[in-house]
């Protein structure tokens, strides 16, 4: 049963930081890209960041670029998002994806909510 659990959410005042983590089972995480996306009510889900299987190649949204780093640690089946500089507009619910065959598998989110 694949699982995706996110934690490390909360409350931060803008210009601070928060790091989010995503600990999977079920599959073989070291053989899967990983991704986080975001959504606040009345937008489109937005891909955040992604990482390949090795971390070597990540990818960010331009809106997140130089503030944000995606990591994984494959030997604790955990990928990471490692938040900086935050801004009110990166208030949302941030989500972790895998897709495995074909099929994309969802964490139920972590909210993050930027306010002073």
């Known amino acids: 049963q694949v699982q995706l659990v996110e934690s490390g959410g909360g409350l931060v005042q803008p210009g601070g930081s928060l790091r989010l983590s995503c600990t999977v089972s079920?599959?073989?995480?070291?053989?899967?890209?990983m991704r986080w996306y975001r959504q606040t009510p009345g937008k489109e889900r937005e891909l955040v960041a992604s990482?390949?299987?090795?971390?070597?190649?990540?990818n960010y949204a331009d809106s997140v670029k130089g503030r944000f780093t995606i990591s994984r640690d494959n030997a604790m089946s955990t990928t990471y998002l490692q938040m900086n500089s935050l801004k009110p507009e990166d208030t949302a619910v941030y989500c972790c994806?895998?897709?495995?065959?074909?099929?994309?598998?969802w964490g139920k989110g972590t909210l993050v909510t930027v306010s002073s």
């Open positions: 994806n895998v897709k495995l065959w074909g099929v994309n598998y």
């Open positions: 990482i390949s299987t090795g971390g070597g190649s990540t």
């Open positions: 079920g599959f073989t995480f070291s053989s899967y890209a």
